[in-house]
Every structure is written in structure tokens, then in C-alpha cells.
């Protein structure tokens, strides 16, 4: 089980975000992290717990390994503001294996 | 550039049936596993089902077991969701999606989603 805190952030165009994932397992590194704008499929920021995907901006990153996992975005833009999920990959089939997402909102 | 373009979505009763297609372009379709996502209104992302680049070995959530059959056509480059004895929540959209290169298996290339609504 995944568990994605806090819920919501509430924060401003320039701050830095801090978002956290937490696995009941340990997952090594295989760990993922989405983002998810109104509308729009998820997009794939983040794979092994800390690589960027193709073409992601380097104000994003992430850190941990085993359960504790972080997201930063270090100078938040306006595009930013979104749903992020954590997803574990280290067991197959992923059953439960989203986090329930961190509401990123303009404060 | 890689693709993933659903199809087939739509209105169907309870207890109804449904099959979701995903057309796939912009890589080597059957070296890479695939899968099903859904997003319930409001909700977060649940996996549904996967399917390995051959076809031979599927997997399904247990939500959806016995109910979900998922297959591909690795000559026209097509994903396929067959959904059985819908139920009201089973209303959601539906992602295909592309399996990373080897395992362990992430989520790389989503496509934009299909709706399916079980209502009577």
C-alpha cells in the first residue's frame, strides 16, 4: 500500500514543494512518480525513485529508496499545479500500487 | 513519436457489455508489455490489467477478475479490453499504457483516455 502525504499543498508560484511517499514494503528503488493536470492523462516525471524522464525540467526531483520517497520541485512555476501519484513498481501484478495523489494548489 | 490512442468508450447498462481498443504507433509494439489504467470520477489511478509483448501471459486486478479480458493484435499494432458484467463502478476513464523497456515494469507513455460509463 502506498500512502501519499499531505493531501493537498497549498503554495506559491516560486516556492519549493516537498512531497512524500510512503510504501508499506520495501520497494528498493522502483518507485514512479505522475503528474495529472485537469483532463489530462498522467505523465511520467520521475522513474527508480530518481530519474527524470525524457524532456522533464530539472526543478523536479526525487530522492529515497526502500519505503520513504520525496518529490521536490524546487521553484514552483504556474504549470505546476497538478496531482501528483506515486507508483511502486517492485511487485508484479501492481495491485494497489498508486498512492491516492498530492493536490498541488496555487495558494 | 510515440502514441497511444483509445477508442470505444461510451454508455452501457449494468450487467452490459464493452470492448475498449488502443491503437499503438511510434515504437515496436510487441517488444513491450502493456496495460490497462482507469480513473474513476474524482478518483485516484487503479491498474486494471497488463499484458506481456508476445500476448501469452496476461494479468488482472482482482476487481476486474473474470469479468476483463485484455489482448493485443501484434500485426495491427492494437490493444484490446474486453469488459464483461459491467457494474456501476466500474464507470471510469481508461488508459492505455505503455510498460517501460524491461522489468520491473513502470507506466513511460500514456494515451488520453476513454470513458466508459455503466449507468441504467
Known amino acids: 500500500v502506498m500512502t501519499q502525504s499531505p493531501a493537498t499543498l497549498s503554495l506559491s508560484p516560486g516556492e519549493r514543494a516537498t512531497l512524500s511517499c510512503r510504501a508499506s514494503?520495501?520497494?528498493?528503488?522502483?518507485l514512479a512518480w505522475y503528474q495529472q493536470k485537469p483532463g489530462q492523462a498522467p505523465r511520467l516525471l520521475i522513474y527508480?525513485?530518481?530519474i527524470r524522464a525524457t524532456g522533464i525540467p530539472l526543478r523536479f526531483s526525487g530522492s529515497g529508496s526502500g519505503s520513504e520517497f520525496t518529490l521536490s520541485i524546487s521553484s514552483l512555476q504556474s504549470e505546476d499545479f497538478a496531482v501528483y501519484y506515486c507508483?511502486?513498481?517492485?511487485?508484479?501484478?501492481?495491485?494497489?500500487?498508486f498512492g491516492q495523489g498530492t493536490k498541488l494548489e496555487i495558494k | 513519436e510515440v502514441q497511444l490512442l483509445e477508442s470505444g468508450g461510451g454508455l452501457v447498462q449494468p450487467g452490459g457489455s464493452l470492448r475498449l481498443s488502443c491503437a499503438a504507433s511510434?515504437?515496436?509494439?510487441?517488444?513491450?508489455?502493456m496495460s490497462w489504467v482507469r480513473q474513476a470520477p474524482g478518483k485516484g489511478l487503479e491498474w486494471v490489467s497488463g499484458?506481456?509483448?508476445?500476448?501469452?501471459?496476461?494479468y488482472d486486478a482482482d476487481s476486474v477478475k473474470g469479468r476483463f479480458t485484455m489482448s493485443r493484435d501484434n500485426v495491427k499494432n492494437t490493444l484490446h479490453l474486453q469488459m464483461n458484467s459491467l457494474r456501476v463502478e466500474d464507470t471510469a476513464v481508461y488508459y492505455c499504457?505503455?510498460?517501460?523497456?524491461?522489468?520491473?515494469?513502470?507506466?513511460?507513455?500514456w494515451g488520453r483516455g476513454a470513458l466508459v460509463t455503466v449507468s441504467s
Open positions: 511510434g515504437f515496436t509494439f510487441n517488444d513491450y508489455a
Open positions: 499484458i506481456s509483448g508476445s500476448g501469452e501471459t496476461t
Open positions: 507508483q511502486q513498481y517492485n511487485y508484479w501484478p501492481p495491485m494497489n500500487n
Open positions: 514494503q520495501s520497494l528498493s528503488d522502483n
Open positions: 527508480g525513485a530518481s
Open positions: 499504457a505503455k510498460l517501460s523497456g524491461r522489468p520491473p515494469w513502470y507506466f513511460d507513455i
